[in-house]
């Protein structure tokens, strides 16, 4: 595997501050998988220094193009917020373990929230052309942070949204959802569940889910360095006591095995 | 045809380019990216008698052109380290540099005696610089006589070369390098991270759970400098220069200042391939300066005249 300069192809915004940009990365998006992320250097320069972790948000294997969502919340984010198309940034990657699509689910549950959905759009991708069932529940805070909506309902998703600011969906939190869902669902076979959001949210998803008895894959984020289990900066406690790192062992990990805190 | 060869003691480098403690792994993680044996060295992560977790969460942060730390010497234990990371390193051919800490000075003798007749093992490292640890490391290379009296007990258990990784963290290095000197040691490697701290102003939390932790890249790399061109002028064995060295002409510059080798840490994260392409790069330098044995810059800096 070797790091590779990648052309943006487009770039645009979804807010002021959520961005989805696309990036022609013939070899990544052959090799990738949904859950897995890209490492980037934005410049070539000494600040922003380190790479940034970005999961795969989409994957186009016959364009040879990746796209990536996310929200400006520092300098490196920054730095790609203004890349224009045409302007090059170098990935590392496909980089750490995605979800597992192999397990016998008939009903895929997609919890997702905020910008820690970005990867649950690959995710459902490969989940319906394996002819799942799939039902999103999507939280936001900023309800303009929720897009796409009739895409996945043309295609056979089973959408329902919260949002915090009560603009779209139910007003509330993405986990409300999640009760709803199980309380009308409960004893149903051949159930999977699938989180990816902020630790808060995977937090409360973990108590909640706990009287269910099938699995459920949550996708953690956390600040990286390296990105390969070298520098061993983004480790998670897993509740055998065993120290994990989100880059390389991760970051879709059995939720019920994180131990949040110790 | 450029000799990029030197020597650290007893121990001969193909070139002067070794990758740092805790940013390479046990050695074999970044074989995707790059060919180690064309590496002067590995230096892998610091390895303690007994198995170490590390400091709680958050253990980085990144600040202008630099990355704080506090890992904590998270490592599988000197036995492990034995039986699965050595192994793995059979048929590398580069030199297996081996960093070690203990908490006690008799724990840095006793894993190095039970290191030291690993046939894969070709010098150690003395770790007596970590700042995010408890007891040994900082604590341990501030003091020469703590300093001395750890250099003595490892020199007495391995007659292979023993450096010791020195903290930039001390009103002047050159004492403590000159102790390392007078205890035996075969070359002093500097600088570990300098002692460094963030904050968050919306939670005014510390950036670090532990606060306080080592600075390391490119905004350390004048300070790197100064100790080792202090350290060269203190002592006669090799100084090992790293801090901030993201390209070859920063190694350049740490030989010129008086190192004999250079160590790359922060710039592994960043571009994996990085050391490969800075022996390149210091080849190329050699041939455009009509320098036929790299070893003959080491040390080389000239007066400015005065004006």
Redesign the interface.
């Known amino acids: 595997m070797q790091t590779s300069d990648c052309k943006i192809t487009a770039q645009d915004a979804i807010t002021e501050s959520v961005f989805r940009i696309r990036l022609s990365a013939p070899g990544i998006s052959k090799l990738c998988s949904p859950g897995q992320f890209v490492h980037m250097r934005v410049s070539t320069g000494l600040d922003p220094l380190l790479r940034r972790p970005f999961s795969i948000h989409r994957a186009h294997e016959s364009a040879g193009e990746i796209e990536l969502l996310y929200r400006v919340v520092g300098s490196g984010t920054a730095t790609l917020r203004d890349l224009k198309p045409g302007d090059v940034v170098n990935l590392m990657g496909p980089l750490g373990n995605g979800f597992d699509l192999e397990k016998p689910v008939d009903h895929a549950v997609v919890v997702a929230g905020g910008m820690g959905g970005a990867p649950v759009f690959y995710l459902i991708d490969a989940l319906l052309k394996r002819n799942k069932r799939v039902t999103l529940l999507w939280g936001t805070r900023d309800g303009r942070e929720i897009f796409d909506e009739a895409d996945f309902e043309a295609r056979g998703v089973a959408l329902k949204i919260a949002t915090e600011d009560a603009s779209k969906g139910h007003n509330g939190l993405v986990t409300d959802l999640l009760k709803t869902f199980l309380a009308q669902h409960a004893g149903s076979a051949g159930l999977g569940g699938y989180v990816c959001g902020p630790e808060p949210m995977i937090r409360a998803v973990q108590d909640i889910v706990r009287s269910t008895d099938f699995l459920w894959q949550a996708s953690l984020e956390e600040q990286m360095a390296c990105g390969v289990g070298v520098c061993l900066g983004c480790a998670v406690k897993l509740k055998t006591g065993e120290i994990q790192m989100v880059c390389k062992d991760g970051p879709v990990f059995d939720i019920r095995e994180i131990a949040f805190n110790g | 045809m450029v000799d990029l060869s030197v020597k650290i003691g007893s121990l001969t480098l193909k070139n002067p380019v070794l990758t740092a403690s805790?940013?390479?792994?046990y050695g074999r993680?970044?074989d995707?990216?790059l060919d180690i044996s064309q590496l002067g060295g590995i230096v892998t992560k610091t390895v303690t008698l007994e198995p170490r977790?590390?400091n709680p969460?958050?253990?980085?942060?990144?600040t202008?052109?630099?990355?704080l730390?506090s890992?904590g010497l998270?490592n599988v234990g000197v036995e492990k380290y034995l039986n699965e990371k050595l192994p793995l390193l059979a048929d590398v051919d580069t030199n297996v540099i081996a960093n070690v800490a203990g908490n006690t000075i008799d724990e840095y003798a006793e894993i190095v005696s039970r290191l030291q007749h690993h046939p894969r093992i070709d010098a150690i490292e003395i770790n007596v610089s970590c700042p995010n640890v408890e007891k040994g490391g900082l604590a341990f290379g501030t003091d020469a006589s703590v300093t001395a009296a750890v250099v003595k007990g490892v020199r007495n258990q391995t007659g292979k070369p023993v450096i010791v990784k020195l903290t930039p963290n001390v009103t002047d290095i050159g004492v403590i390098a000159r102790a390392a000197e007078d205890s035996g040691a075969d070359a002093v490697s500097c600088i570990n991270t300098v002692q460094g701290m963030g904050v968050n102003i919306h939670t005014r939390q510390p950036l670090l759970a532990r606060i306080i932790g080592g600075l390391s890249?490119?905004a350390i790399k004048p300070i790197a400098l100064a100790k080792v061109y202090q350290a060269a002028q203190a002592v006669r064995i090799p100084v090992i220069g790293l801090g901030g060295i993201?390209g070859w002409a920063d190694a350049v510059e740490f030989l010129i200042a008086g190192a004999t080798a250079v160590q790359t840490g922060?710039l592994?994260?960043?571009?994996?391939?990085g050391p490969v392409q800075l022996i390149q790069g210091l080849e190329s330098y050699c041939i455009t300066h009509n320098i036929s044995r790299i070893a003959d810059i080491i040390g080389s800096l000239e007066k400015r005249p005065v004006k």
């Open positions: 805790g940013t390479f792994g993680e970044y995707p990216y977790q590390g969460m958050p253990r980085i942060a990144e202008p052109a630099g990355m730390n890992i998270s890249g490119p993201m922060t592994n994260f960043i571009e994996p391939a």
